[in-house]
């Protein structure tokens, strides 16, 4: 009964190669999002993604790419490796604007990338 | 930009002792509050939340207060458990946004 999932949960690759990450939710959310964890624990918003429209934070590399094909699902795609993309990523989702009260976000596990 | 912050990087408690987590925020919009806690190896946690309305909420053991006069934020844990050992957020949300921005976590350590 996993709300938000996520894989693989380890991934260890070499600079320069291209790598995706799987999130999936069952909560029937709106909006999805993907986060990255340096290694001090900060967590910063990387993309959000509410009914087909992507919100793409500006700090973010064009190397990171969200695809989303469909409601449930948010992918992230990164193109050309960096050791500095080494993290933890995770994925959350949340009912986005609709209902009003509750803007609680559910994280999936994570998925550490390490780059060698 | 705004952002949210914690006082304490770090905070140990004695196992049974109340604990207090502190936030300060910058953005006098936020409508929004919410604590997370994120123990080893695993994503966030929703613990609880609180909306600018509102200056105290409570919970099974946990208390989140909000002053907004002087933008704070905290978190109190009665009769601390070795259980409740983690990283904990605070993340507020701008008014009419539905993007949280998270604090930069304390870590509780209960002795046992």
């Known amino acids: 009964d996993t709300a938000v999932s996520q894989t693989p949960k380890y991934l260890v690759t070499q600079m320069g190669n291209d790598k995706s990450i799987k999130c999936e939710q069952n909560?029937?959310?709106?909006?999805m999002y993907w986060y990255k964890q340096d290694s001090k624990k900060f967590l910063k918003i990387m993309f959000s993604y509410n009914n087909k429209e992507l919100i793409i934070n500006e700090t973010v590399p064009n190397r990171f790419s969200p695809k989303s094909p469909d409601k449930a699902h948010l992918n992230l795609h990164i193109n050309s490796l960096e050791l500095g993309d080494s993290a933890v990523y995770f994925c959350?989702?949340?009912?986005?604007?609709?209902?009003?009260?509750?803007?609680?976000?559910?994280f999936g596990p994570g998925t550490r990338l390490t780059v060698t | 930009g705004e952002s949210v912050g914690l006082h304490l990087p770090t905070l140990s408690v004695q196992e049974g002792d109340n604990s207090i987590i502190n936030c300060a925020y910058s953005?006098?919009?936020?409508?929004?509050f919410i604590w997370y806690k994120q123990e080893s190896g695993k994503g966030p946690q929703f613990i609880i939340d609180i909306r600018s309305n509102m200056d105290k909420r409570q919970g099974q053991r946990v208390t989140v207060l909000l002053n907004k006069t002087v933008k704070h934020l905290s978190l109190q844990i009665a009769a601390t458990q070795p259980g409740d050992s983690a990283v904990y957020f605070c993340a507020e949300r701008g008014a009419g946004s539905y993007q949280l921005t998270f604090g930069k976590g304390t870590k509780l350590s209960v002795i046992p």
């Open positions: 953005n006098s919009a936020s409508d929004y």
């Open positions: 909560l029937g959310h709106d909006t």
């Open positions: 959350a989702s949340s009912r986005g604007t609709s209902g009003g009260a509750r803007y609680e976000q559910y």
